[in-house]
Structure formats: C-alpha cells, structure tokens
C-alpha cells in the first residue's frame, strides 16, 4: 500500500469516524497523474445521490500527453461501494448531521483507494484544546527525553 496524499484539514476541522475504503471510477489519464502524486483532497466531499456515493471537488491534475480537457480536473467521480455501505452513510448523514469527507488516497495492488470518513464540525474552542493538548503532550515527552 502506498499513500499518495493524507487530507489534514480534514482532522483538523472534523471530527473524523467510521473509516472506510471506497474505490474510485477515473477516466483516461488519471490514474498517472494520482499515482504520480498530483491529486488534492482539500475542500472536497462525498455526497449521496440516487444511491450513489459522489467524491465531489478533488483536483486530480490532467497529464500533460493527454487529451483530458483542464476544465475536467475538479469534476465528480464516482466512488465504488457496497450497497449496504452507501445506505448506513445515507442514514448516519440525514438523522446525526453528519458529513462525509475523504481523508486519505493510496494505491492498493495497482488500483486508486480512497479513504473516507463520517465527520462532525469542530467548533473553535474544540480546535484550541487539540492544540493545547498536543502541545502538553509535546513537552511532557521532551521532559523524559531530557531526563
């Protein structure tokens, strides 16, 4: 397994539940420039629509030898679920408030994997005390490193 790009503002922003693996459909060129590296999670999401799982907003940059249009680098791409999958997602989404956002993409025996997650939002002092407990525990650790 080798991961392409982890989404940090994912977890930085929500709180992250509920891990699962979700193949995506790519189109021509892709999956060189995903496994080259050129692939942005940032700001984008998973919606469900007519019982499909859509990754919406991830930039996969076109390849230069292809004749992928640069107007087709943010377009949604369909990810590949179960059918039972889809619908806990659905259900978790419309009762909890929940969204679902993609966390991280890897390559898996040659193929695109993708990472998501049910999230809730952080408010700000939620944010402010992961900060702060970070950086107690960082200190603690540098106090036993020392000693």
Do not use: W
């Not at 007519?50 to 087709?72: R, T």
Request: charged fraction near 35%.
């Amino acid at each position: 397994m080798k991961i392409i790009t982890n989404n940090k503002k994912a977890f930085h922003n929500f709180f992250v539940s509920d891990l699962l693996e979700a193949g995506v459909e790519l189109k021509g060129g892709e999956i060189k420039s995903v496994a080259s590296g050129k692939v942005s999670l940032s700001d984008s999401y998973v919606e469900i629509k007519n019982g499909e799982a859509i990754l919406k907003n991830c930039y996969i940059a076109p390849v230069e030898d292809s004749s992928q249009s640069q107007s087709l680098t943010k377009r949604s791409r369909r990810l590949l679920l179960h059918k039972a999958e889809i619908l806990k997602l659905e259900r978790k989404v419309k009762e909890k408030g929940f969204s679902i956002v993609p966390t991280k993409v890897y390559l898996n025996n040659g193929k695109v994997k993708i990472e998501i997650g049910l999230a809730k939002g952080k408010k700000l002092y939620d944010k402010r005390d992961v900060l702060k407990d970070r950086a107690v525990r960082r200190d603690i650790d540098r106090a036993i490193k020392n000693d």
